[in-house]
């Protein structure tokens, strides 16, 4: 064989085995996939800049599904919740919520709620922005660790969007991401006496 051809040869391979590494690393980190087939959401780019915490994930509902756009915003803090009770009261929510990233200040529309979604029970709280866009809060938590999300659109939130963001919330592969690697162990099923 001569040597221009095993060096293109050498060449070749190396490119095979580097794209097969890279493509493995790729599919082996890539984070779990959160929406359901046939779910009105679909996932978007995080579009905020980095903070202290690591990246969440963006998800948008269109007009013809939920009334209006309607964005919702999701991720895993570690460590930032009551260890006993998770995400209890509306303090506990505003205190780890992320609603800082889409409006300065909010005003509460009434007092939270208790919310069961993804295997947990957390809260939720609806708020206004300034100029009048309705924004969600919902939190949860397990084992110190912190899952808070924010769902905001211009105008309202529709009956149907409120309905598509429950089944957001409620998925299993929602739930899985949330109890995979990111943090959250998954829920342990109730026993009975």
Known sequence: MRPASLISTALV?????????????????????VVE???????T??????DGWPKGRAFRCGVADCGEEVLFFA???????????????????ERVSDVSLIAPKVEADAPGQGKAF???QGW??????????????????RNCNA???MASARSAL???????????????QMSRWISSAQGLPKARPAVSH
């Open 13 to 33: 391979l190396a490119c095979v085995v580097g794209l097969g590494g890279y493509l493995g690393g790729r599919l082996f980190f890539a984070p779990p996939v």
């Open 37 to 43: 087939t046939g779910s009105p959401w679909v996932e």
């Open 45 to 50: 780019q995080w579009p905020f800049l980095r």
């Open 75 to 93: 991720r895993i803090k570690l460590g930032l919740c009551d260890c006993t009770v998770g995400i209890a009261d509306d303090e506990d929510l």
């Open 118 to 120: 993804a295997g947990m």
């Open 124 to 141: 939720t709280r609806s708020f206004h922005a300034p100029n009048g866009a309705p924004v969600v809060l919902v939190g949860g938590g």
């Open 147 to 149: 899952f808070v999300g």
């Open 158 to 172: 529709s009956p149907a969007a409120l309905r598509a963001l429950d089944s957001l919330l409620n998925g299993p």
